[in-house]
């Protein structure tokens, strides 16, 4: 099994470009999860889905925008990149959440830079 | 909010040598906790996992600990060797009441065993 895959690994953009970054599943997950992680920061949660269809804001939503069409899949937009977007992005599944044995399983990460 | 905070922020111990990484949060009403490690430009490795009702988890060299009512957790790695050289990362599923928040994540122990 593939696991969690992203695409692409690396992209630059400028500022007020637009891009997509894909995240694939093959485990049938239910949860997706959207995460940036930036020096000092930490992990911060950008938006999650609850399954197919259904998507929902974490703790930093602003300027994204996601989709989940697919249940396999979990598409993160950016419709105008700011430098401040500048980061690695990873993506994570789990079967369902909340439950306590329900282990996240992370992509490689897709590292972002706007110039 | 819930905050999550690891210490030491770095850690650099010769080989052979048992350890202890720390982690606290604010939050109590947590489902579970997890362990992750992260290496160099890679993406977050499950370590463990422990359920809030649960006071340890154990798997091969690590053994993690949990301790809800006091908001804290600890990482024990024994016997060290140059291959557990690597960010270790503590996060919380905090409960929500059904909904599914995402992880919070602290920001990391950057481990360092020397040969």
């Known amino acids: 099994n593939a696991g969690v895959t992203q695409t692409p690994k690396f992209r630059v953009l400028k500022t007020g470009q637009s891009m997509t970054l894909l995240c694939a599943q093959d485990?049938?997950?239910?949860?997706m999860y959207w995460y940036r992680q930036d020096p000092g920061m930490g992990l911060r949660l950008i938006h999650y889905?609850?399954?197919?269809?259904?998507?929902a804001k974490g703790e930093v939503p602003d300027g994204y925008n996601v989709s989940r069409l697919k249940k396999q899949n979990f598409l993160l937009g950016l419709e105008s990149a700011a430098p401040s977007q500048t980061s690695v992005y990873f993506c994570?599944?789990?079967?369902?959440?909340?439950?306590?044995?329900?282990?996240?399983?992370f992509g490689p990460g897709t590292r972002l830079t706007v110039l | 909010k819930q905050e999550v905070t690891q210490i030491p922020a770095a850690l650099s111990v010769p080989e052979g040598e048992n350890l202890v990484l720390n982690c606290s949060f604010t939050?109590?009403?947590?489902?579970?906790l997890q362990w992750f490690r992260q290496d160099p430009g890679k993406g977050l490795t499950s370590l463990l996992l422990i359920q809030s009702s649960q006071r340890e988890q154990t798997s091969g060299r690590l053994n993690a600990s949990l301790d809800k009512s006091s908001g804290r957790s600890t990482l024990y790695i024994a016997a060290s060797q140059p291959g557990d050289s690597a960010t270790y990362l503590c996060?919380?599923?905090?409960?929500?009441?059904?909904?599914?928040?995402?992880?919070?994540f602290g920001k990391g122990t950057h481990l360092i065993i020397q040969p």
């Open positions: 939050d109590s009403a947590i489902y579970n």
């Open positions: 889905s609850v399954g197919e269809g259904t998507t």
């Open positions: 485990m049938n997950h239910e949860y």
């Open positions: 994570a599944s789990s079967l369902t959440s909340g439950r306590a044995r329900d282990t996240q399983y």
């Open positions: 996060a919380v599923m905090r409960y929500s009441g059904g909904g599914a928040d995402g992880l919070t």
